[in-house]
Structures are given as structure tokens and as C-alpha cells.
């Protein structure tokens, strides 16, 4: 791709990415839903063309960010994610088990440290915290809510057991990209990183136990005109092959559109769904029904991510990341200043692209080399990088770690909407992580013994 050239130099190429960051900001402070960040985004690609100097080469910049696969995988599983959590939340299924777990009495903050630890199983086991999403939140979120959960803590517990699973899962991309980077190999990088996830994981954990807070009025209060319908658990067959296939390595958009297969068929043949329910054409151009309704209610977020691709794709070729890099590899002198570095510039990366993959992707020759210059040990270097994605990308409020979950919590009323600048602030994994960080980089902990 050919080089964007912007006027006033660096100051004009930073201007997409101060215009996004300033909205994201204003968004961020107003409690905006998705719809905010949206024009955040588009607000950043419509004043990249002011400061560029070659507008098609920039236009080209921008089909290229779109251009690339991450892109159609996300928005495919956004889409089919939507299809699949309204068969299931339209069946009854959700209110069932919310009964059930009432009835136990198993309730506000055990369920809020039930779900994260949940998610922290199936994410470790599938290896991926967006598609763990997509099978958690339209069943433990709305039984959390009806169980007297706060619906902000149920999204944090989620959030902070796909990071953990996302962090220390073997089959994980970040964890498979973080060892294949440093030439690190997978079992002991797995093994050394135990001792930065599972600190974390605990403390996570003893946070969510001691602070979540809870729906005013008693637990279950929204369930006292509901009658368990057991035969709607058979709609827990969306879930079962979705999880089934990701654990099998299936590709997620396949896992995804056979879950939705399965819970058709199962609707159908069970007599919880008619056809029509489903889809219909009621006349005058219209199309009515749950697969629909749906896949129209992702918009927002679609919209969303043609912006934050639209704007990777500009700032890869305004050379930001080589400049990041860049400066940052400047700074490493020492051990301790090397491992700072690494945090540093996979933070800010991993940030930017939302995709923590990709940041080590990028950084990954660049870490290598000042790592072996500077003796620190390469699962030492992998498990940095690893947990700094952890930490900065989830917490950035701008992507996917807090934009799906938000998005996915909409759609079950306006009053258990989250907005996607509260989700940093209960991701108590990715804040422990950070801490841990901290302490990792200033004392030398986790430094030695781990080859």
C-alpha cells in the first residue's frame, strides 16, 4: 500500500487519532451506548481527509483496513451471535433456569463469582474471549439480572473470564502468537504464565465476591408472574454446539451458523417455535420475525467496526505503528527499562487495533531483538506482552471486549443496557492484571526461574 503523506508532518497524521480519542472521551463521560463510539470513529476518518495530502491514497488506506480477514470474521460473528442469543432469550430458556437458580437461592454476588468463573472455563477450554461472548451472555447475563445481579457486574464477570481464558488458554491466538513471536515454546509459556493469570484470576474473583452490588428489591423479583418451562431447556442445544465445535478448533463463523442450525430444528420439532415466528412476510415489503429482528439489531455495532478498521487500515499506512515502535524500542536500555518497553508498546497497540493478535503480531520481531540484547528471557517476554493485551485491550472502551458485551446486553431492555465506558471499570481481571503488571516490571517478579 502506498504511504500516506499528511500536512504539518507527524501533527497531521495524529489528527484521526486525537479526533477519535477526544469523542471516545465525550462519549465515554455521557454514558453513550454503541451508537457514540460510532461517530466517534467516523468523526476520525472524515478528519483524516482535511490533513491528507493524497486523498486516494488515503481512500485506498481506508478499503484496505476493511480488506482485512479479522474484519468479515467479527462482523459475521457479531451477526450470527445475535441470531443465535435471540433463539435462545425468545424461548423461554432464560427465565427457566433464572427460576430454577432463584429457587436454589443462589443469587446476587455467588452468581455474579459463578459467572466469571464459568467463563473463565469455557474461554480457557475454546480459546477465544469474543466467541465466548457470544454463548455466555444470552443466558448467564439475563439469569444474573433476574437473580438479583447488578446488570454492569454480570457484563464485568463475563469480560474478566473471557480475559482469563484469553490469557492463559493453550489454544488461545494470543497465547499461541505471544510464544511463536518470542520462539518461546507453548507448554512452559502456558506453565510461567500461570503465575501472573492465576494471582489475578483470585483476586478477580475475592473482588466480585466483596463488591459486586445488586438490583434493589429482592432477587427474582422479575420472576413472580413466571412459570418454569422445562421444555425450553432443550434450547440449551444453541450453546452446547457452539462450545462443542470451538473446543473441536472449528472455525467460529462455522460453530456460530450450526448452533443456530441446531436451534431451528430443535424450536421447530419441540413446538416452541412456528416457522413464522422465525421468519415471515407479512406483506407490503415487510419482514417480520426473530432471525430479522436480530440481525437488524446489529447495526450499530457493525457500523462501529467498518469505523475502527476504516482507521487501522489509515493508520498503518500513515507508518503510526512503525513510529510507535520505533520510539519505543529508543527506550529500552536495561532489563527492567526493556520489560517496561514491551508493556508500553503492546499496550498502546494492542489499544489502537483492539486486537491483541495483531499487536503482537506487529511488535513481535521488534520485542524479540531488544529482549535478547537486553537478557530477558523469552517466556518472560511472552508473558508480558500477552498479559499487557490483556489488560490495555480490555480496558479500552472503544473495543470489542467492551463494545460486543454492551451491544449483547442491549438486547434485553434498555434498563439492563450497559454502556461500553462502564465495562473497564468492572473488568476486575484485566484491572488485578494490571496491578500485577505493576509489581511484575518494578520488582522483577516472575522474572527468574521460569527458564
Not at 415489503?285 to 455495532?301: D, L, P, Q
Amino acid at each position: 500500500m502506498k504511504k500516506i503523506e499528511y500536512r504539518f508532518g507527524r501533527a497531521g497524521s495524529l489528527a484521526p487519532i486525537v479526533a477519535a480519542a477526544a469523542m471516545i472521551l465525550w462519549a465515554a463521560l455521557s454514558q453513550s451506548n454503541v451508537n457514540g463510539y460510532v461517530l466517534a470513529f467516523f468523526a476520525a476518518l472524515i478528519t483524516g481527509v482535511i490533513f491528507a495530502k493524497d486523498e486516494k491514497a488515503y481512500g485506498e488506506a481506508l478499503v484496505y483496513g476493511l480488506s482485512k480477514p479479522m474484519f468479515g470474521v467479527i462482523v459475521l460473528a457479531v451477526i450470527l451471535a445475535a441470531v443465535s442469543g435471540k433463539l435462545i432469550s425468545a424461548s423461554g430458556v432464560v427465565q427457566t433456569i433464572a427460576f430454577y437458580v432463584v429457587e436454589a437461592g443462589f443469587t446476587g454476588r455467588l452468581f455474579v463469582a459463578a459467572s466469571f468463573l464459568i467463563t473463565c472455563l469455557l474461554a480457557f477450554a475454546t480459546g477465544t474471549s469474543v466467541g465466548t461472548y457470544f454463548v455466555v451472555i444470552p443466558i448467564l447475563f439475563p439469569v444474573g439480572v433476574m437473580a438479583g445481579a447488578a446488570p454492569a457486574y454480570m457484563i464485568g464477570a463475563i469480560v474478566s473470564g473471557a480475559a482469563f481464558g484469553d490469557n492463559l488458554g493453550p489454544i488461545s491466538d494470543t497465547t499461541i502468537a505471544s510464544s511463536a513471536t518470542q520462539h518461546a515454546d507453548l507448554g512452559m509459556v502456558v506453565k510461567t504464565r500461570m503465575r501472573y493469570s492465576l494471582p489475578a484470576a483470585a483476586g478477580a474473583l475475592l473482588l466480585f465476591l466483596l463488591f459486586a452490588k445488586t438490583t434493589e428489591g429482592s432477587a427474582g423479583s422479575g420472576l413472580t408472574d413466571v412459570t418454569a418451562k422445562p421444555l425450553s431447556l432443550v434450547m440449551l442445544v444453541v450453546p452446547v454446539v457452539i462450545i462443542a465445535l470451538c473446543m473441536m478448533r472449528k472455525h467460529l463463523i462455522t460453530a456460530l451458523s450450526w448452533g443456530i442450525l441446531a436451534g431451528i430444528a430443535a424450536g421447530i420439532l419441540s413446538g416452541i417455535y412456528k416457522v413464522e415466528d422465525l421468519i415471515a412476510f407479512p406483506g407490503g415489503f415487510a419482514v417480520s420475525g426473530a432471525v430479522i429482528e436480530a440481525i437488524t439489531g446489529t447495526v450499530g455495532t457493525v457500523a462501529m467496526l467498518i469505523g475502527v478498521f476504516a482507521l487501522l487500515g489509515v493508520l498503518e499506512c500513515g507508518g503510526f505503528f512503525e513510529d510507535v515502535g520505533s520510539l519505543l524500542s529508543r527506550l529500552a536500555k536495561t532489563e527492567r527499562s526493556t520489560e517496561a518497553t514491551i508493556v508500553l508498546s503492546v499496550g498502546i497497540l494492542s489499544m489502537v487495533t483492539g486486537v491483541i493478535s495483531v499487536a503482537i503480531v506487529a511488535l513481535g520481531d521488534l520485542i524479540h531483538e531488544i529482549g535478547e540484547k537486553a537478557g530477558v528471557n523469552k517466556y518472560r517476554r511472552a508473558n508480558l506482552m500477552d498479559c499487557t493485551g490483556c489488560v490495555f485491550c480490555f480496558l479500552a472502551p472503544w473495543t470489542v471486549h467492551c463494545v460486543i458485551p454492551a451491544q449483547l446486553s442491549a438486547q434485553f431492555g434498555e434498563g439492563t443496557a450497559v454502556a461500553p465506558g462502564t465495562v473497564p471499570f468492572v473488568n476486575y481481571y484485566s484491572l488485578c492484571m494490571l496491578v500485577i503488571l505493576a509489581v511484575a516490571v518494578i520488582t522483577g517478579y516472575g522474572r527468574k526461574g521460569g527458564k
